[in-house]
């Protein structure tokens, strides 16, 4: 498994943009398709985005498609979160998640239960 800590998040306008990346310890982090979740006040946590081990297969949820990002550098073992034209309905809490073991490296549902390292969050809000 991986260890996984957030950072990048804060206060932005809606309308404006904020990145989120996501650190991971352990040499087998490139083997691992990565995700992106997020869980608002009273919601539900919900899927938001979604890599392969390589980079080159992303997913993306439909609230969020055409306006975030998902990217990742295997040699710095993060992966990030571009987020643009933000609106205050993206406010949550972000979180970030690796594929249980074993990894297969490709990106299998927009369930939590495909997911089994998860980080502690960063609060992103939109203000309006």
């Known amino acids: 498994q991986v260890q996984l800590v957030e950072s990048g998040g804060g206060l932005v306008q809606a309308g404006g943009s904020l990145r989120v990346s996501c650190s991971a310890s352990g040499r087998a982090f490139s083997r691992y398709a990565m995700g992106w979740f997020r869980q608002a006040p009273g919601k539900e946590r919900e899927f938001v985005a979604a890599?392969?081990?390589?980079?080159?297969?992303?997913y993306y949820g439909h609230s969020v498609k055409g306006r975030f990002t998902i990217s990742r550098d295997n040699a710095k073992n993060t992966v990030s979160l571009q987020m643009n034209s933000l609106k205050p309905e993206d406010t949550a809490v972000y979180y970030c998640?690796?594929?249980?073991?074993?990894?297969?490296?490709?990106?299998?549902?927009?369930?939590?239960?495909?997911?089994?390292?998860w980080g502690q969050g960063t609060q992103v809000t939109v203000s309006s």
């Open positions: 890599i392969s081990w390589s980079g080159g297969n992303t």
């Open positions: 998640a690796a594929e249980s073991d074993p990894p297969r490296g490709y990106h299998r549902g927009r369930s939590e239960s495909e997911f089994g390292s």
